[in-house]
């Protein structure tokens, strides 16, 4: 069955840095779409970044353009989020997605609903301190 684990978080300061992990199974992880998603307590789930399935498109929610970088290493059927210059407003759950479409790129605003993404990770933690 499909298995997404992420990895990764914790308590930095405001101007650190953390990288998320995200292990893929229980699928062909190098044909399909990634996401990065996040929630802070009392808000919705949000689009953080998405990750073409051969790693050569990305798209970034404003906020994180410019400090975080997604990437996807195949040959481990792992993704990544680089965040760097963490902001207190950073703090949340974040979580990796797939819609497990193979060899599909949409336009970004596809990506912006988690309600396109059938399968979920339980989450990791960020907690930037000010």
């Known amino acids: 069955q499909v298995q997404l684990v992420e990895s990764g978080g914790g308590l930095v300061q405001a101007g650190g840095s953390l990288r998320l992990s995200c292990a893929a199974s229980?699928?062909?992880?190098?044909?399909?779409?990634m996401a990065w998603f996040r929630q802070a307590p009392g808000k919705e789930r949000e689009f953080v970044a998405a990750i073409r399935w051969s790693g050569g498109s990305t798209y970034y929610t404003d906020s994180v353009k410019g400090r975080f970088t997604i990437s996807r290493d195949n040959a481990k059927n792992t993704m990544y989020l680089q965040m760097n210059s963490l902001k207190p407003e950073d703090t949340a759950v974040y979580f990796c997605?797939?819609?497990?479409?193979?060899?599909?790129?949409?336009?970004?605003?596809?990506?912006?609903?988690?309600?396109?993404?059938?399968?979920w990770g339980q989450g990791t933690q960020v907690t930037v301190s000010s």
């Open positions: 229980g699928f062909t992880f190098s044909n399909a779409g």
């Open positions: 997605a797939t819609d497990l479409a193979s060899f599909s790129w949409r336009a970004a605003n596809y990506y912006l609903d988690p309600g396109h993404f059938d399968y």
